[in-house]
């Protein structure tokens, strides 16, 4: 039992050892001098790749222009068949371009419909380029297009034309015959007033004969 303990310890220390390394091995150190040698590899790369475009347009333009002639001491003739000779050379490569942006403008449309084609079959479509426009400019463009409106607008003739009349209420006579005053309430006359006087006098003298 003991030696089956002291087995499994063994085991154990030895994992843990090796797990200790492992995470000891990429120290900061080592993790700079990494990135300073993956930036060197590349930029490397990067100026190989360029020297090998440069010598690539170099031998292009050899083989479209042709090696320079010795002009020094030709007569007139030999100098004639030299221009001719340069003339047939950049007609042949006028020839070749107009070739080469035909072509590259059929290739362009068919990319284009094939596109087309693609956005059609998701059912999408294709987003027309937008113009851009600065909100400012497009917040003054709205002030203004609103003012010329504005301007434009007419509101007297807009307004709908009615007749005094048509502002009087239904009921005005009943708000007349409220506001004033019933007949009982009302301020009685003089002549009035002294008949209705004498008639109580002769009343009360009659009831008194009796």
Known sequence: MDEKERRKAEVRARLEAQARKKRGFMTPERKKRLRNLLRRKAAEALKREQERKAEERRRIIRERTGTPKNLDGVNEATLQSIVKEYYKRIQDLE??????????????????????????????????????????????????????????????????????????????????????????????SKTTSVSEAVSEVVSDAEQDDY
């Open 95 to 188: 020839s070749k371009k107009w070739d080469l942006e035909r072509a590259t403008r059929v290739k362009e449309i068919e990319l284009k419909e094939l596109q087309e084609k693609v956005n059609d079959l998701k059912g999408k479509f294709v987003i027309p380029p937008l113009k851009k426009v600065s909100k400012t400019a497009n917040q003054l463009e709205k002030i203004r297009m609103f003012t010329a409106r504005v301007s434009q607008m007419d509101y007297r003739n807009q307004l709908k034309q009615v007749q005094k009349k048509d502002y009087r209420l239904e009921d005005d006579d009943e708000v007349v015959s409220k506001t004033s005053k019933p007949e009982w309430a009302q301020p009685k």
